[in-house]
């Protein structure tokens, strides 16, 4: 299927594969399809940098460094900013609080990522991406998008929890209920036949509002 287009600039939806670009960034040239191979990839962008929330966000993306490499997940940021901009950010930033930001930032100064991945959103702000976080698999299919505004920082816990919730929804072919955190019980999909039906009403291993909503603890 086509990839979206709105007001001109693509806007990639969940499912869709993760469109390839190149791109400079703190550390070099970075073509998207040789990134990450084999990993997850979490690509996020903020609309300035020197700018208050971006910083507490992106402090944020480094500080939980170990939590992103436990779940096979490489961190790549982007702004509209060129790389002289970021380099003294992540510097001053490191000077100021001691956290550095280690993960590859994307200088998109033509905007031509920012436009592939509708981080541009003109009626927010023509010049700045908004805050979007685009979840991709090692098949570089986008899983999960968020979009923030301008103003409102994002939870890293949340993006933590369903980075996890996908993966484990792939690995044991489950779903996630409301407010799932990793350890809860997960949701078993609803039968599709008949059969399949009067098989689940009989299955006394799982608990059971009915046949179709079901939940279970992985071992
Ligand atoms: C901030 O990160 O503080 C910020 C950036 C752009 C617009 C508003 C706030």
Request: aromatic share 10%.
């Amino acid at each position: 299927m086509e990839n979206n287009t709105i007001g001109g600039y693509s806007m990639p939806r969940i499912g869709d594969s993760a469109p390839d670009f190149e791109a400079i960034t703190t550390q070099g040239r970075l073509r998207f399809s040789d990134f990450g191979k084999n990993k997850w990839i979490v690509l996020f962008s903020h609309p300035a940098d020197f700018t208050p929330v971006c910083t507490t966000e992106m402090s944020g993306f480094a500080k939980r460094k170990n939590e992103f490499e436990e779940l096979n997940t490489e961190r790549l940021g982007l702004s509209i900013d060129s790389v002289h901009a970021h380099l003294g950010w992540v510097n001053n930033v490191r000077e100021k609080t001691g956290v550095y930001f280690d993960f590859p930032i994307i200088a998109d100064i033509d905007m031509k990522v920012s436009k592939l991945y509708g981080m541009l959103q003109p009626n927010e702000s023509e010049t700045a991406a908004v805050r979007a976080v685009f979840f991709i698999d090692p098949k570089k299919k986008i899983r999960l998008i968020m979009y923030y505004p301008l103003n409102v920082g994002r939870n890293m816990n949340e993006i933590l929890r369903v980075l996890k919730a996908l993966q484990v929804s792939d690995k044991h072919k489950v779903a996630m209920p409301l407010d799932w955190k990793p350890g809860e019980n997960v949701i078993v999909p609803p039968p599709k036949t008949l059969d399949e039906m009067n098989e689940r009403l009989a299955d006394e291993t799982l608990e059971k509002v009915d046949f179709y909503l079901a939940e279970k603890a992985l071992a």
